[in-house]
């Protein structure tokens, strides 16, 4: 039988793991280093899900995902379970000034022409649609009229975990250090505990902490952790219809049940590596309450209920996924480095991981291979949040 290990059993590893052992009957081992992930971003994500990228790519990767969720109860049903994952789908709808205007409008021309479901609003159509919105400032929205929303990300990280388990995939709690090989094949992943792990194929699923096993590969993977705080908040407005709002400032905010969550940029230097319990309340005193106060009066009321932060698997190079084979070896793999959009896509990145590992064409993902590193040919996506 086909042996693949899987070294990182977030959401991306999880669903490697799950569609190889489901539909290439591989035998998957995953080596998972903290199996409460506590500090993995698939804990700590907001799990939203959009079309409004500015590459096909992400545009073509996101249409399949959210395909795959509204199916997901039957895709991932076990003999003990059908997974509930709360999916929603308000839209996503980007704001912008005159001066954010123009470069709406390109975004909009390369989506329609990949058949995103959107529609730009003036100021009378966001005033008639949204009218708890204020919009003096504004010049434009672009509001996902379909295929964008939210859901319960751990849930399907959960999903994928259960189901793999379900088709006979291992889950082992080691740390991963190196790797032994032999020409330019991969032969075993050595792990801190002394144990060294076999297999046919091997991919690195380790998010924001895969570039130092890439290196010990001699593979550029230019994949750092960068923090994002999500503030929880109370108020007792209603926003009827609120998709997730993206101001023309980066700040966001979106509801969840009864509750708003918001966050954004961060202030000053956006160091690698920060703590997650240093929550900068000041980014919402003095930054983004302002700012949601100014684009909803109604929120003038508003109260932080609570707050965490979590990493971001930021990719420098472009912002973008690196998912593919890596430059040099025969059987090694990665899937890292999805800068923001990482949850939404495990569907199909997993889907597509799978595939090319199993030896079979994976096109959706083709964009995505991490040669483009050593090429040094980025594949910029200019809509990250
Ligand atoms: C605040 C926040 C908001 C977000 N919002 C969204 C959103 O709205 N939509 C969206 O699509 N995405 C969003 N994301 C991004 C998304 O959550 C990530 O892209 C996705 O979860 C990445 O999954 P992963 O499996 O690659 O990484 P992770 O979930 O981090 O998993 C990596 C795993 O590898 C393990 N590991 C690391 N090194 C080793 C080693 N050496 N040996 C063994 N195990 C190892 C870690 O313990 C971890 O469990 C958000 C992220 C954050 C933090």
Known sequence: MFQVTVIGGGVMGAATACFLARDHGAAVTVVE?????????????????????????????????IEFLRRA???????????????????????????????????????????VDVALLNQAELVTRFPWLAVDDLALGSLGLSGEGWFDGP?????FRHKARSCGVRFVHAEALDFDSHGCRVTG????????????AFVITAGAWSAPLGRTLG???????????????????????CPL??????FWFRTEGRLLLAGGPPRGEDTDDLPLHGIDHGL???RLWPTLAARVPALEALRVRSAWAGYYEMNAFDHNGLAGRLPGWTNAFT?????GHGMQQSPAVGHSMARLVAGLDAPLIAALTPQRVLDGLPLIEANVI
Not at 155 to 159: M, N, S
């Open 73 to 115: 109860a039957s895709e991932l049903a076990t003999a003990d379970d059908r997974p509930t994952l709360g999916l929603v789908e308000p839209g996503y709808l980007y704001l912008a000034t005159e001066a954010g205007a123009a470069s709406l409008r390109e975004m909009h021309l390369r989506q329609r022409a990949a058949g």
């Open 219 to 241: 593979c550029t993977l230019p994949v750092t952790a960068k923090k994002r705080d999500v503030f929880v908040l109370e108020t007792p407005a209603a926003l009827p219809g």
């Open 284 to 286: 919402f005193e003095d």
């Open 155 to 159: 849930a399907l990280h959960r999903a």
């Open 33 to 65: 280093r903290d199996p409460s992930y506590a500090q993995a971003s698939s804990s700590l994500s907001l799990s939203s899900i959009r079309q409004q990228f500015s590459q096909p790519v992400n545009m073509a990767l996101s249409r399949w995902s």
């Open 245 to 250: 709002v993206i101001d023309p400032s980066g």
């Open 189 to 200: 992943v050595r792990c801190t505990d002394g144990r060294c792990l076999g297999g046919d």
């Open 335 to 339: 899937a890292c480095g999805f800068s």
